[in-house]
């Protein structure tokens, strides 16, 4: 694990989302949606911004920012969307064995939530992003959220 774990995502990527039409109550109709993105590197290679639009939902944008933490060795991702037009609390994670796992605090509505972000899947062509949610500190996840990278050939 260091600064170079997210170097995959740089460049232009297809997504197709998968979203759960609803949060924590048991829902199991998925939205789906295509979306582009576009990742580039920043402060010399310890962090990275990203873009994403969709035309879904009226149309919207997300931007993430990723650091890597260079004395706790750990990634700290932050998200924020035209949705909200605020930042939404940070989930803090690494990269093992091929898997990065990124935990936070969060609310859905007005419960709090454990989020998870995993990344999976990692080839240079392609990746696989999701979220889910524990109102029970992590004993038992709601995957809400499925985003599948397909690189775009430049």
């Avoid at 932050?78 to 093992?96: C, I």
């Amino acid at each position: 694990m260091d600064h170079h774990d997210f170097d995959f995502l740089h460049g232009s990527w297809r997504i197709h989302n998968r979203r759960l039409t609803e949060r924590l109550v048991g829902a199991t109709t998925w939205i789906e949606f295509d979306a582009l993105h576009e990742c580039r590197p920043i402060l010399g290679g310890i962090g990275n911004v990203d873009e994403m639009t969709t035309s879904w939902n009226g149309g919207f944008r997300g931007f993430s920012l990723r650091l890597f933490d260079l004395a706790k060795r750990h990634w700290t991702i932050n998200w924020a969307s035209t949705m909200t037009g605020t930042l939404d609390p940070a989930v803090v994670g690494r990269f093992e064995g091929g898997v990065g796992t990124f935990l936070g605090r969060d609310h859905h509505k007005d419960t709090p939530v454990l989020a998870r972000f995993l990344w999976s899947g990692i080839t240079p062509v392609a990746a696989h992003w999701e979220q889910a949610f524990s109102t029970d500190e992590g004993v038992t996840w709601e995957t809400n959220w499925h985003m599948h990278f397909d690189r775009i050939a430049t």
